[in-house]
């Protein structure tokens, strides 16, 4: 596998001025963004999310997820210490991709649960890589990281990767009407550390 940082710039948000830089995996050609601010290679480590795309959370504000607040939540960890990085990840529906996500909510329109959809159309739970973003944190020169992750398969995913995760941070979100299932079923199913 060859994955390269591409480039790197200023963005100013709504939510803090970030440096972004762009990276491609040469052999499937999908791109991952890494939005940073301040020293990340310092010694003591860095606040850290790797967050998975998601179109219809991120973009359209769904309210059938909390990935969107999982997003702006790290966004202004970062911005309030002046310090950190969050990996956006080409991982749309936990690895299978957006028109896939779109099909597993039909069929949880029909009473299935997240896990339950994803495997009737025949994939994992969670398909997602941590290869990826571990290489990223090494190109970065990230050297050590404190996980903003409700998640432990991403603590495990990073330590396998040889990534020295120094401690986890949960993202506390309020679930609404729409997602309290949702939410369930990743903390039953999935082992996500939340308090529901």
């Known amino acids: 596998m060859k994955f390269d940082k591409r480039v790197e710039v200023n963005i100013p948000t ?6 972004v830089a762009g990276f491609e995996d040469e052999v499937t050609k999908e791109h991952h963004i890494a939005i940073f ?10 606040k850290l999310r790797i ?8 973009v359209l504000g769904s309210k059938r997820c909390d990935c969107r607040e999982q997003l702006l939540y790290a966004l ?4 309030k210490e002046g310090i950190g ?10 690895g299978i991709g957006l028109i896939n996500k779109l099909k597993a909510y039909e069929l949880q329109d029909k009473g299935l649960d997240t896990v339950e959809a994803n495997v009737h159309l025949g994939f994992d739970a969670d398909l997602r890589d941590y290869s990826l973003s571990a290489e990223m944190i090494r190109i970065l020169g990230i ?26 941070e949960p993202i506390l ?3 609404n009407k729409c997602n309290e299932r949702y939410l ?5 199913k999935l082992n996500h550390l939340l308090e529901l």
Do not use: W
């Not at 601010?37 to 860095?46: F, M």
């Not at 202004?76 to 911005?79: D, S």
């Not at 369930?184 to 039953?188: A, D, F, H, M, Q």
């Open 51 to 58: 967050h998975s795309e998601c179109f219809t959370g991120d």
């Open 85 to 94: 990085a969050v990996l956006y990840m080409r991982q749309e529906g936990r």
């Open 143 to 168: 050297k050590r990281v404190k996980l903003l992750t409700n998640n432990p398969k991403k603590i495990e995913g990073l330590l396998t990767e040889g990534i020295e995760v120094i401690n986890r």
């Open 14 to 19: 709504k939510y803090g001025d970030f440096r």
């Open 173 to 175: 979100i309020k679930p």
């Open 184 to 188: 369930k079923t990743k903390k039953e």
């Open 76 to 79: 202004a960890e970062i911005e």
């Open 37 to 46: 601010k301040g020293d990340i290679t310092r010694d003591e480590g860095i």
